[in-house]
């Protein structure tokens, strides 16, 4: 479904040009639901033992 | 010079498109994290180290009498009575040490309780205030210390710590067999002690009431042996 959409954004005229940013933008956004998830983590680590 | 397009610079129609990958991009972030957390690879917080002692659960059992009676079978909790038993007032003797964990049935009542209860003189009242009213009294024993408390007369002096003059004295206030005894709660007694005089002030009843329970129940090898444990506590 992912392949799809990216596939969907970069056949339009004015994102032919655009997939390494595209690229480039999903993984920021991976990296950051990654650190999202880890700073949770530690978060609740840190008040259980408080 | 090249005319730009009217959309170049943004995401243009795509912009919905990009949104959607964006977040599934940051959702398969967090899914990774969560994955590798479970496997233990990262992301696992450290528990912290239970230091809290685990004592082992055991089941007491209740038996008649005391540390004399029956096997020695750890653990056992001792003959329920009106006044708790606390490790101070436990008979210690060499032959037949107590084992097994120390088990107190309740908490002692407090002593603030027993001005309230001045001029209850009801065996059953005083076992139902000082268990809450949710231990039934054993028939056994209340029928046997309503038998004793008919009005006799008993040789309270045969009590550790009870010397004729104090005999004379509680008999004037009203206490003459030792199930009458029994029911008096320490605050009580130290009252009429402190109204007797000033040389009885000194005497501390704590352990009267304890000792007349044991001799209104004919227990007279556990008032031996809890006199001898009293005694041996004042010549330390």
Redesign the interface.
Known sequence: ??NE??Q??IQ?P??SS?GLE?IL??????????????VR??R??GE??S | MTPM?P??G?????SL??I???????????????LL?LLGI?????R?VNTETVYMSVEPEITEGGPETGPETAPRMYTRSIYSETPASRPRTKSAPPSGPRIELRKPAPLVEAESSAGRSSFESRVQEMTGGNTPVAPNFRTELEIRDDGQEDDLTRLEGIGPNTSRLLNEAGIRNYARLATMSRDELRHILETGGPQFRVQDPKSWPYQAELAARNNWDRLREYQEFLLSGKTR
């Open positions: 479904m992912i959409l990216y969907q954004v339009r004015d994102m655009a595209v933008m999903l993984a920021v956004a991976y990296v950051l639901g990654f650190l999202f998830c880890y983590v530690h609740d680590r259980s033992q | 397009h959309l170049a943004t995401f243009g129609s795509a498109t990009i959607l990958l964006l977040l599934a991009a940051f959702l398969a972030g967090m899914l990774s994290c969560q957390r990262c992301c696992r917080p450290r912290a």
